[in-house]
């Protein structure tokens, strides 16, 4: 994207600040220090990953790209943990999940006390003025927080429920959205 275009963008000219061009190093120091307690001697929990049907798998390879494509600057390493800590946080996938990691609150919403603990961005995955958003199930538009469609169209679908124990469950996944009825 060329310059006019940046400067055209009132967030960006607000706070260029955010969207710099060249990142290095680690996270800024912050009041928070995250850091990894381990039971001394204890053995890591070794849990085998859960098995996914071929349709689930490729459901979940298409949310895990979309979600890659929408991450703030590095992705993983996204708040500063100790240095001692750091070989703590690594884990296991499965070979064919691209072995990255999903920090879900990056995509979308920032927590900061300060302005001082600065938000680094890359600009061409930012999106702005968009009227709806698809954020964990829900869209999020000028009208509120609404259900989203995709999400719910099994439920539409369903035949009826003939037991008691398929009618709980029912009446559990309605409780939740309840508050969209």
């Known amino acids: ?20 061009e060249d990142l290095s190093g680690l996270p800024p120091s912050r009041k928070v220090e995250f850091r990894i307690d381990l039971i001394h001697g204890a053995m890591p929990v070794a849990k085998s990953p859960y ?9 979940l390879a298409n949310q895990l790209k979309e979600i890659q494509d929408k991450d703030l600057r590095s992705g993983y390493h996204q708040l500063r943990v100790r240095e001692e800590d750091i070989p703590k946080t690594a884990f296991r996938t499965r070979p064919y999940l691209d072995k990255f990691m999903i920090v879900f609150i990056d995509d979308i919403l920032i927590y900061s006390k300060s302005k001082e603990e600065q938000l680094f961005g890359k600009f061409l995955k930012c999106e702005f003025w968009l009227q709806e958003v698809h954020f964990l199930g829900h869209v999020v538009n000028s009208e509120g927080i609404h259900v989203d469609p995709n999400k719910i169209e099994a439920v539409k679908t369903w035949k009826p429920l003939k037991t008691p124990t398929k009618i709980r469950l029912f009446l559990g996944l309605a409780g939740y959205y309840r508050r969209f009825i």
Do not use: C, G, H, Y
């Not at 098995?51 to 459901?59: G, K, V």
């Open 51 to 59: 098995r996914l049907a071929p349709t689930e798998m490729q459901e």
């Open 1 to 20: 994207m060329n310059e006019s275009k940046l400067k055209d963008i009132p967030v960006v000219r607000e706070f260029p600040d955010v969207f710099l």
